[in-house]
């Protein structure tokens, strides 16, 4: 079936008998609808190459003082995709190779080129290359998703390394550019060791995990909490090849956390005073007010994403596992002890999630 729009061929040869020959070969084929155009020189091939108005170019190995391999290197060189059949006089296995080397679509010897061989390296040349166009330009659609999603995305290597992070990972974390955060491990960031751990046995065992809440440090040291989702791609004998995952920060059980929620918060511990902590259903501190750093005695600094027991001991944990288990029922008072100071009496309070189940605790002193 021939072509709905006629094939456009530049033959680049500097004897016209060479282009006159190509002319009538593909002329005498009944199912293939081409428009042919002659170029003698190097320069004149150039030109036209330039002005993209050709699906396949036959050039011919002499062309005067250059070769059809400069002209090949030229178009690789200028990023020009029109693919290119070499022609040559006599066959020549070093010159094949260069040709195939340098970019070469297919290699044919005057003397042995039939219509039907001629038709089906240009058919193939061009087929071929619309293949690889029309790849390129999912791939290009791909990656215009992948850079302005507002979600932090990356690829990773088994071991850890970072192969690649959009923009909107790189600004979560606080880089000025994809390359630095490159330098950087997966396996660095996690703040705590045991999140790596089970966000690795997750993924080995199910080969994927979702919104798997944990905390990571941005390029200050600081931590930032986030919620992970990532797939494990294997090799064909089971080997983890690489991981792919999104990071959304600023996440509470699952849901983003908006400014309204935040503008409430603050507005408790800032114009109101309120002496409060916050942690999320894990027991890990969010956030901890001015009025509760003073009530305690301790500047909190290095309170965030440690866990409430690493801060206020055994009971604290007991207590963030009973309100949790049950977040309808109120706590009663507690005593707990920050940092080994003296003991403190809070209550505490679960902040239930749209099915009910513990989002954050919220703890209060209450004297």
Request: proline share 5%; charged share 25%; hydrophobic share 40%.
């Amino acid at each position: 079936m021939p072509e709905s729009n006629p094939l456009r061929i530049l033959v680049v040869d500097d004897e016209q008998s060479a282009y006159l020959m190509i002319e009538a070969m593909l002329g005498s084929l009944d199912h293939l609808s081409a428009e042919v155009e002659w170029s003698a020189t190097f320069e004149g091939a150039l030109e036209a190459l330039l002005a993209d108005r050709f699906d396949v170019i036959l050039v011919d190995y002499f062309l005067e003082e250059r070769t059809g391999l400069d002209l090949l290197a030229e178009a690789r060189d200028r990023a020009i995709r029109v693919p290119m059949i070499m022609v040559t006089g006599k066959g020549n296995r070093e010159v094949d190779l260069q040709a195939m080397e340098t970019g070469a679509a297919d290699y044919l010897v005057k003397g042995k080129i039939e219509p039907d061989t001629l038709e089906r390296s240009i058919r193939y040349a061009v087929e071929r290359q619309r293949a690889a166009d029309a790849l390129r330009e999912s791939e290009e659609r791909h990656r215009g998703i992948f850079d302005h999603l507002p979600l932090g995305l990356y690829r990773c290597a088994p071991d850890g390394a970072f192969v690649d992070a959009n923009p909107a990972l790189v600004r979560m974390l606080g880089y000025p550019t994809p390359a630095l955060l490159r330098e950087r491990y997966a396996r660095t960031f996690y703040l705590a060791d045991t999140d790596r751990e089970e966000f690795l046995a997750a993924l080995t065992s199910e080969g994927e995990v979702r919104g798997f809440e944990s905390f990571v440090l941005d390029t200050a040291g600081r931590p930032l909490r986030v919620r992970h989702t990532a797939r494990a791609h294997r090799h064909a004998d089971g080997t983890i090849e690489y991981i792919e995952g999104a990071v959304e920060a600023g996440v509470a059980g699952g849901v983003g956390i908006t400014e309204k929620v935040a503008a409430r918060y603050h507005t408790l511990t800032g114009a109101l005073g309120l002496p409060l902590l916050r942690l999320d259903s894990q027991g890990r501190v969010i956030e901890i007010s001015p009025a509760f750093t003073a009530r305690t005695g301790s500047s909190g600094e290095d309170w965030i994403a440690r866990p409430i027991e690493e801060i206020a001991g055994p009971q604290a944990r007991a207590d963030v596992e009973a309100v949790t288990s049950d977040p309808a029922n109120a706590a009663p008072t507690t005593t707990w002890c920050f940092d080994e100071g003296p003991g403190i009496s809070v209550r505490l309070a679960a902040v239930p999630d749209g099915v009910g189940e513990a989002e954050e605790i919220l703890i209060l002193p209450t004297d």
